[in-house]
């Protein structure tokens, strides 16, 4: 299996913020990846795709980049609904698709 | 648009299969260049990618649960259905079944609508 290891996986911030949060994965792979919004009780939702696609609706605050083995999710200047855990996801060699542990961003 | 949602048992007995189904509105669940997967999530956890399905009825499945699990679809009743065969306690979770968008440019693969999930409890 491709291991996801992000970092950091909590992180603390302010309101304007610029946060970034790396990915890295354990083998290449390529631009499969997806970066995903969780707040508590409520399903992921795509931010972004093919490493650095902004996925329709999503605010342009938040911009992905990076190939091979290191990614990055930066938003830019952080909002209050922003307030969330982030996950990246692998989706180059399967079995199985995998997931980044999360990094849970919080409010300074 | 298209939307998903999850239905089945929240509790569970130990030994028994869990049974759950996702039924997709707004859409057909054989256009496009879809699949359809099933995601779990234990409280407080990650995320863990349990399996998919092609409307042609072929699936991949987690090495890890794969001599546990089946997914089948039913194009009639625009539904896909996720059985996992005995469970223990480490089966309980929040089911989230997805749509996995496969587009012709390279990296295009995502999961891009998501149920709202449905906990299941294994316990006696």
């Known amino acids: 299996d491709i291991q996801l290891t992000q970092s950091p996986s909590f992180l603390s911030a302010s309101v304007g913020d610029r946060v970034t949060i790396t990915c890295r994965a354990s083998?290449?792979?390529?631009?499969?990846l997806a970066w995903y919004q969780q707040k508590p009780g409520k399903a992921p939702k795509l931010l972004i795709y093919a490493a650095s696609t902004l996925q329709s609706g999503v605010p342009s605050r938040f911009s992905g980049s990076g190939s091979g083995t290191e990614f990055t999710l930066t938003i830019s200047s952080l909002q209050p609904e922003d307030f969330a855990t982030y996950y990246c996801q692998q989706l180059n060699s399967y079995p199985p698709w995998t997931f980044g542990q999360g990094t849970k961003v919080e409010i300074k | 648009q298209v939307q998903l949602q999850e239905s089945g048992p929240g509790l569970v007995k130990p030994s028994q299969t869990l049974s759950l189904t996702c039924t997709v509105s707004?859409?057909?669940?054989?256009?496009?260049?879809?699949?359809w997967s099933w995601i779990r999530q234990p409280a407080g956890k990650g995320l863990e990618w349990i399996g998919r399905?092609?409307?042609?009825?072929?699936?991949n499945y987690n090495p890890s649960l794969k001599s546990r699990v089946t997914i089948s679809v039913d194009t009639s009743k625009n539904q896909f259905s996720l059985k996992l065969s005995s469970v223990t306690a480490a089966d309980t979770a929040v089911y989230y079944c997805?749509?996995?968008?496969?587009?012709?440019?390279?990296?295009?693969?995502?999961?891009?609508?998501w149920g709202q999930g449905t906990m299941v409890t294994v316990s006696s």
């Open positions: 083998q290449g792979i390529s631009s499969y």
């Open positions: 399905i092609y409307t042609s009825g072929s699936t």
């Open positions: 997805a749509r996995e968008i496969v587009g012709a440019s390279p990296g295009c693969r995502a999961f891009d609508i």
């Open positions: 707004g859409g057909s669940i054989s256009s496009g260049s879809y699949y």
